[in-house]
């Protein structure tokens, strides 16, 4: 059984006094594409966040290469690997296409992911490289937001909401183009609100049910019916 | 079985705290026959620095109004009534409450100018108003120009006829204002216009969508505590006799320390200004001779209060022990 | 003539309020914050180059190669240890705190420099000046100011739209979070922040010295014309703060030319119009 890249462990998460999640395990294996998938406020978006760091967990709960990594800054936990792709892109509007890529490749990671390579795979950046970013389309958008996190050359990514606000044909030609993205040996995980889409790209799958894992396992082995149950919480555990 | 809510606004701790200052407001009104006249001095004293402290914090721990420029408050009140006596040869009692509606009626214009601005740059903005003022009373050559000048003594015979009657007039009317200050600033608080206050204060946007209208009720809050403010620099300066432009509008004075005094005791209580001013007299008693090292210590301390302990003296112990002497909110009690 | 004179003094003085205001606009820029203390950091400045014209015999503006990286390691410190914990959504720490630390800088350089007025001696250089136009003369300190003032805010917008650091700092300053996520350290990025402020600011207070007296007392002076040559120029554009500098002095000349009390009034009174009639200033960029 090859050792485990990323292992999370029972972890806990808060927002203030609201919990929300509780006690959620996984583990991820080098190359593997995992999916996450619940209905809004589960709290897929919550675990990427502790997962990169961007929300406090504790320290033995996170588990990254061996190393613990719960509750370390973010910007620690990225020069370690793990990149996120934020829910609604999030791109910096003050900074044009080609400095948003410059920043995601910052902090000095070295890998098959320069600017040239990111352009070769997004050509239409390259033509718009100093427009301010926002000031793209949609889709647009969201390849410089996944190129800005394929600069930091990471072992894992994290894809959160790919489809968040575009159109399905969009969607469409941005999920045809995941295979190319994580060819590399990449892992990935993938927050994906349109389940048939994510449970057909990925090798296994977490499904949260508000902050608790209601069912996981692989896509194949399980019906729609037993999957739709377990994500509204219906399903007898 | 079902529980019945119980609300009330009082604890025995405020109740008790109530009867107490109440207690201590009478034994201070009856100073002028137990105290001596340095002893009416510093109440008096203390009195005005509670004020202008209340004041403030009503200003800047409830509205968020922060402002480095009330001294244009204290020193308008001051020309005022140096006006009033030498010019209108009023009564410089009558001139006190004519101090304060000068000011209010200053104010409205002058907020409609800051309101513009926000957050720090609203603070740096009435500082701005405070120096205009401060160089425009210096061009008035009537009222002394740059040197200033002095009240006749026969102006303030007008007070009353015993130099010692004088005395006891003006205390009251110190002792007066600070405990009108905490009493107006509990009763405001304990109001709607207090509930609307704290929502801002909490959240501007919550309370916008709630109806409260935030730019009338900080609008009144400013105007208000303007006037209030000038009153208290009327009665300043009508007990110092003397005014000069940078005097009146010294930001040292009027608000260096007054900040200093509300951030320390506990900005947004009610409770921290009295609290603050107590320290702050505490401390001058044993620094009191060491001028610009006073200053330096009390701002580095208030650096430390804010960074480690942000509610101030009585915030924290408030929030510790959940006691509040002058409660503005309710308590709910469960009784099966 | 003499108009003349006072409005083209009033745009070269407007060089050394644009100096004293680009440091304010830069760190508004970048995280949010008004530095109560911005002015006391001015003569705080001119005193570390007292100092060390004292212990050095260098010529002022040559003291710059000490009191420049002296005042930039100072603002790394200070926006480390102190100011990157007030930053948040409250506006009181950030303001109380700055404030405080005005009447400790304000106090601090009394007790170690008394109220004497000083001022630092540039020699000859303060005397040259030459005949531009018939009538107008133009002494050279001014206009080395003036141009120093506009080289730094060309500096600064290079730093700003050119260089890493420059990223970093709009990074930042659009989306703490989403930063971090870069592997920026926010609390590394605003101290270097301040650092490059405090540098001009060490600029802004070598000059000061040399064109006029200074004493303890005159921060708050200078930061309300810092803030005023930012609200007449419209937040978040340097070009317009240097407008807004030149704006306030040539107010400025024009209101000592009708009597001299009048110059600070009258600089005021521009900024007062400002913000009664376009409250977003002249050349806005960002919202306040």
Known sequence: MPEALLEVRDLKAFYGDFQALHGVSLALRPGEMLALIGANGAGKTTLLKTICGLVAAPRETIRWKGEAIGGLPANDIVKRGIALVPEGRRLFPSLSVEENLILGGAMGRSGPWTLAAVYAMFPVLKEKRHAPSTSLSGGQQQMVAIGRALMSNPELILLDELSLGLAPIVTRDIYAMLPDILGHGMSAILVEQDVTRALAVSQHFICLQEGRVSLEGQPAAFTRERISAAYFGTAPT | MTAAAIITRSTRASRIAGVLALAAVILLAAAPWWGSRADLRLIGEFATYVALASLWNLLAGYAGLVSVGQQAYVGLGGYVLFTCVLFLGLNPLLAIPLAGLAAGLLAIPVAKLVFRLQGAYFAIGTWVVAEVLRLSFAQVQALGGGSGISLPVDAVRAIASSRDLREWFIYWISLGLGTGAVLVAYLLLRSRIGLALTAIRDSEVASMSLGVRITSVKFAVYVLVAAATAMVGSLIFLQKLRITPDAAFSVNDWTAFVIFIVVIGGIGTIEGPVIGTIVYFLLREFLADLGSTYLLILGALAIVIMLAAPKGIWGSIAQRFGISLFPTGYRVHWRE | ?288
Not at chain 3, 23 to 49: C, E, K, P, Q, T
Not at chain 3, 203 to 227: E, M, V
């Open chain 3, 1 to 288: 003539m003499n108009w003349v004179n006072a409005i083209v003094q009033g745009i070269l003085v407007g060089g050394l309020y644009a100096l004293f205001a680009a440091g304010l606009s830069l760190i508004f820029g970048v995280m949010r914050l008004v530095n109560i203390a911005h002015g006391d950091l001015i003569i705080l400045a001119a005193y570390v180059a007292l100092v060390v014209v004292q212990l050095t015999g260098l010529h002022p503006l040559a003291s710059l190669i000490a009191v420049v990286p002296l005042m930039a390691a100072f603002g790394y410190a200070l926006q480390r240890g102190i100011l990157n914990r007030t930053l948040g959504k409250d506006i009181l720490p950030p303001l109380l705190v700055t404030f405080g630390l005005s009447v400790i800088l304000q106090n601090g350089l009394l007790q170690v420099f008394t109220a004497d007025s000083r001022k630092l001696n540039a020699g000859a250089m303060e005397t040259m000046s030459f005949n531009a136009v018939a009538g107008i003369n133009i002494g050279l300190m001014p206009l080395l100011m003036f141009l120093t003032a506009v080289a730094v805010i060309a500096g600064l917008q290079f730093v700003f739209y050119r260089t890493a650091m420059g990223r970093a700092f709009r990074a930042v300053s659009d989306d703490k979070e989403t930063a971090r996520l870069m592997g920026l350290d926010n609390d590394k990025v605003y101290a270097a922040a301040m650092a490059l402020c405090l540098s001009v600011v060490a600029i802004a207070g070598i000059f000061l010295a040399i064109r006029s007296n200074f004493d303890p007392a005159l921060g708050p002076g200078r930061l309300i014309f810092g803030f005023e040559a930012v609200i007449i120029g419209g937040l978040g554009n340097l070009w317009g703060t240097l407008a807004g500098g030149v704006i306030l002095g040539v107010a400025q000349g024009i209101g000592a030319q009708i009597d001299p009390g009048w110059q600070l009034l009258a600089g005021h009174l521009a900024f007062l119009l400002v913000l009664a009639f376009r409250p977003k200033g002249l050349f806005p960029r960002i919202e306040g």
